[in-house]
């Protein structure tokens, strides 16, 4: 019975984030998993917004400082929770430094090591032109974080997630951490004008994909391209070996 923690960070908005926390959710709840959902984003909470996933909304941010007692809530609910629950923790864009900088400074990550439960953090990056930010808070996580494994989602909806025709694993960040990467995922690529505006309307509508799926506000090719999507989604995440449930070994 372990206990694991996907916390997903990203200090770059419109990366991905949020859906990357809900599919996370999703997908776990589907192959029968003990989930609990928080939202820490104190902006732009969507994951605790869409209903379905009964994420707990705990807003750790005091204006531009961490609210301990409250971070002390967010610890609590984690060793609380049943032998083999897995948390997903969708963290605040607007946050990102200063959660990172508590999360180190406190040692969060090897205190929940240290008691066997499981830590990763999910990073998204992007291409296009966000494509350089995303990977310099990806730098900032593996600099913060030299004990914790990183599980990192590509998201091509803007663009390639390429630098001068190297793929990421290509790339210097990748060859130089490939030690500290759990795994490499891939948000299923779509054409922004079809899948990408119904991903849209589904995040805007607050919505699950299978609540999206059985909506009547969503047309029968709408729901159709849904259905795709989340059935690729599926299939990846059942091939993600950081999913497993062997004792977890800290990164070097």
Same mark, same amino acid.
């Given at each position: 019975?372990?206990?694991?923690? *996907?916390?997903?960070?990203? @200090?770059?908005?419109?990366? @991905?984030?949020? =859906?990357? %926390? #809900?599919?996370?959710?999703?997908?776990?709840? !589907?192959?029968?998993?003990?989930?609990?959902?928080?939202?820490?984003? $104190?902006?732009?909470?969507?994951? %605790?917004?869409?209903? @379905?996933?009964?994420?707990? $909304?705990? $807003?750790?941010?005091?204006?531009?400082?961490?609210?301990?007692?409250?971070?002390?809530?967010?610890?609590?609910?984690?060793?609380?929770?049943?032998?083999?629950?897995?948390?997903?923790?969708?963290?605040?864009?607007? %946050?990102?430094?200063?959660?990172? %900088? !508590?999360?180190?400074?406190?040692?969060?990550?090897?205190?929940?090591?240290?008691?066997?439960?499981?830590?990763?953090?999910?990073?998204?990056?992007?291409?296009?032109?966000?494509?350089?930010?995303?990977?310099?808070?990806?730098?900032?996580?593996?600099?913060?974080?030299?004990?914790?494994?990183?599980?990192?989602?590509?998201?091509?909806?803007?663009? $390639?997630?390429?630098?001068?025709?190297?793929?990421?694993?290509? #790339?210097?960040? !990748?060859?130089?951490?490939?030690?500290?990467?759990?795994?490499?995922?891939? *948000?299923?690529?779509?054409?922004?004008?079809?899948?990408?505006?119904?991903?849209?309307?589904?995040?805007?509508?607050?919505?699950?994909?299978?609540?999206?799926?059985?909506?009547?506000?969503?047309?029968?090719?709408?729901?159709?391209? =849904?259905?795709? !999507?989340?059935?690729?989604?599926?299939?990846?995440?059942? #091939?993600?070996?950081?999913?497993?449930?062997?004792?977890?070994?800290?990164?070097?």
């Amino acid at each position: 019975m372990v206990k694991t923690v *996907h916390i997903v960070m990203q @200090g770059k908005g419109g990366a @991905g984030k949020s =859906l990357t %926390s #809900s599919m996370l959710v999703q997908y776990l709840r !589907y192959a029968d998993h003990t989930v609990q959902a928080i939202d820490l984003d $104190p902006t732009t909470p969507t994951l %605790s917004a869409i209903k @379905g996933l009964k994420a707990v $909304p705990i $807003p750790i941010m005091d204006g531009d400082d961490i609210n301990p007692r409250l971070f002390d809530h967010l610890m609590t609910r984690i060793f609380e929770s049943e032998g083999d629950t897995h948390t997903v923790i969708d963290t605040g864009t607007s %946050s990102f430094i200063a959660t990172c %900088s !508590y999360l180190a400074e406190n040692n969060a990550f090897e205190l929940l090591q240290g008691f066997d439960v499981r830590v990763f953090i999910h990073c998204p990056i992007c291409g296009g032109a966000a494509l350089d930010d995303t990977f310099n808070s990806l730098l900032a996580i593996l600099d913060h974080f030299p004990g914790v494994p990183v599980v990192v989602w590509l998201n091509e909806f803007f663009g $390639p997630v390429a630098s001068a025709g190297r793929t990421f694993e290509d #790339s210097k960040l !990748y060859q130089e951490n490939a030690g500290r990467i759990a795994a490499v995922m891939c *948000h299923p690529k779509v054409q922004p004008g079809t899948f990408g505006e119904d991903i849209r309307a589904m995040m805007g509508a607050k919505l699950t994909f299978e609540e999206a799926m059985q909506s009547s506000d969503f047309n029968v090719m709408s729901r159709q391209r =849904l259905k795709i !999507y989340w059935t690729k989604a599926i299939e990846r995440l059942d #091939s993600a070996t950081f999913l497993e449930t062997a004792p977890q070994e800290a990164a070097e």
